[in-house]
């Protein structure tokens, strides 16, 4: 019979060694024994969604999430203050140091050559506009023959005409169904 | 992580992360309690749910110089006995009541882990536990429950059930003789050779 146990999980080495210990009145072991026997049992979660249903018995209201319950966002919002903070009161002396680089002359001076500089990029910009006229024009000027203009027209005509069979043709081809033929 | 002592302020100001993050740290001990209790799913999913809402409702009053699982054991003991005072008919788990989930015979056997035979061997043992512990009066069901499923000490016992620590004691030791009669009756020990699926 015994030869048919399989190997002793340990809760069943446990349970015999409890039984065992319970006979000869050795509480220690007998306790030890259970106590092993025990926690080999898990707990056993109740079913899915009972928290869910223990709030709604409960009547307990959902929270509003509060921004700032955590410590991370807190600790964000006191550095930005303290950097606003020191901005105010370091800003005036640091704007009055630098307005005192610059005075009302450099400033003028600073103006009139940023307009220079501007219309200067404006005279190449027109310049550059003048060249690509220059060019359109020179490509135009067959076509207001008519015989340029008719070859165009043609031309045109040929290539749509290609364009519509080749498309013919590759749609014929897709919708051809090949079966396998075993 | 916070305590629990911290998570119950945190429920007492209102949030209702709080509250569900309590009965998720909760929900395990007291249902597998109360289920092993009443031998019920069903009515052990009922009663856990109200230990939770009495434990809700009464939390301004917990001591937080008291463990948490101690007093919400309290309210499970409470509202367990009740139960059973009622006149519920007391239910001893059946083979056909083995294979619900939760009873010990399917979370004994681990089948995941384990060859086809020692999972087998492991519900056998699983299955007879359970009706030893359904056989034991519910005074010391609890406190073998409490005692050797839960880990709880002897002065925690004495707290939740509110009996002396001599009672305690002798409660336990009783209740493990008992236990070891059923389970010897049914065939386990080192000399009975009780063979697998027997």
Not at chain 1, 115 to 126: G, K, P, V
Not at chain 2, 102 to 128: H, I, K, Y
Not at chain 2, 160 to 168: A, I, N, S, W, Y
Request: with cysteine.
């Amino acid at each position: 019979m015994n030869g048919m146990r399989p190997p002793h999980s340990n809760a069943s080495n446990a349970v015999d060694r409890w039984l065992a210990a319970e006979r000869y009145d050795g509480d220690d072991q007998a306790d030890a024994a259970l106590l092993e026997l025990f926690e080999s049992l898990p707990l056993i979660a109740p079913p899915a969604g009972f928290a869910d249903r223990v709030i709604l018995r409960a009547g307990i209201p959902a929270t509003r999430r509060d921004l700032f319950a955590s410590r991370g966002a807190r600790l964000a919002v006191a550095v930005c203050l303290v950097a606003l903070g020191l901005g105010a009161v370091w800003l005036p002396p640091v704007l009055r140091v630098l307005a005192g680089f610059w005075s009302f002359g450099g400033l003028v001076q600073g103006g009139v050559r940023a307009l220079a500089d501007a219309a200067q990029w404006l005279a190449t910009a027109l310049r550059v506009w003048d060249l690509l006229l220059t060019i359109g024009r020179a490509l135009t000027q067959p076509l207001t023959m008519p015989q340029v203009t008719a070859g165009l027209v043609v031309c045109l005509l040929i290539s749509s005409l290609a364009f519509r069979l080749l498309r013919d043709q590759l749609t014929g081809e897709r919708n051809w169904t090949y079966v396998d033929p075993i | 992580m916070k305590t629990d002592a911290e998570v119950v302020v945190s429920a007492l100001r209102g949030s209702q992360d709080a509250y569900r993050e309590l009965v998720k740290r909760f929900e395990r001990p007291v249902y597998s309690l109360i289920l092993r209790m009443v031998q019920d799913p069903a009515s052990a999913e009922d009663l856990a749910q109200e230990v939770f809402v009495k434990a809700f409702r009464r939390l301004n009053t917990y001591d937080p110089q008291w463990k948490f699982s101690s007093w919400l054991f309290k309210i499970a003991h409470n509202s367990t006995i009740d139960h059973l005072r009622r006149g519920t008919p007391e239910t001893v788990p059946l083979e056909a009541a083995d294979d619900e989930r939760g009873s010990l015979g399917a979370v004994l056997a681990d089948e995941t882990v384990e060859d086809p035979l020692a999972a087998a061997e492991r519900r056998d043992l699983g299955r007879s536990l359970e009706r030893a512990i359904a056989l034991l009066r519910p005074e010391y069901r609890q406190a073998v429950l409490m005692f050797y499923a839960h880990g709880a000490s002897y002065q925690e016992i004495c707290e939740v059930t509110g009996l002396p620590l001599g009672t305690v004691k002798t409660n336990l030791h009783r209740a493990r003789k008992e236990l070891a009669q059923a389970m010897t009756s049914l065939g386990w020990g080192p000399e009975t050779g009780r063979a697998l699926a027997s």
